[in-house]
């Protein structure tokens, strides 16, 4: 009988600060995450960069990236990278 109460007191002694931190942050299991949506042009893909109207990003975090051109390695999820050519024709779109 004692064993058997030691390894129940050993059992809720430990689990006790696993029950405490539940009630403290409810939200601890909740594992839903919101992520930004990153929209492309798919339409400008092969056009001239001055043939677009590219009025539609002032609100939103954008590049251009002309061959060889420096760029940051920050991740901005919702930040639209627009890929050309020399001469400005669009290649390709992607976000980060």
């Known amino acids: 009988m004692d064993i058997m109460k030691y390894f129940l007191f050993t059992f809720l002694f430990a689990s ?16 839903t995450m919101e992520t930004p949506s990153c929209e492309v042009y798919l339409e400008w893909t092969g056009k001239n960069i001055e043939d677009i109207d590219i009025s539609v990003l002032d609100d939103r975090p954008h590049r251009i990236l002309p061959p060889d051109s420096m760029m940051t390695m920050d991740y901005i999820p919702d930040r639209l990278n627009i890929h050309t050519t020399e001469d400005g024709i669009i290649l390709q779109q992607d976000c980060g």
């Open 16 to 31: 006790l600060p696993v029950m405490a931190q539940d009630r403290l942050n409810p939200d601890i299991n909740d594992v």
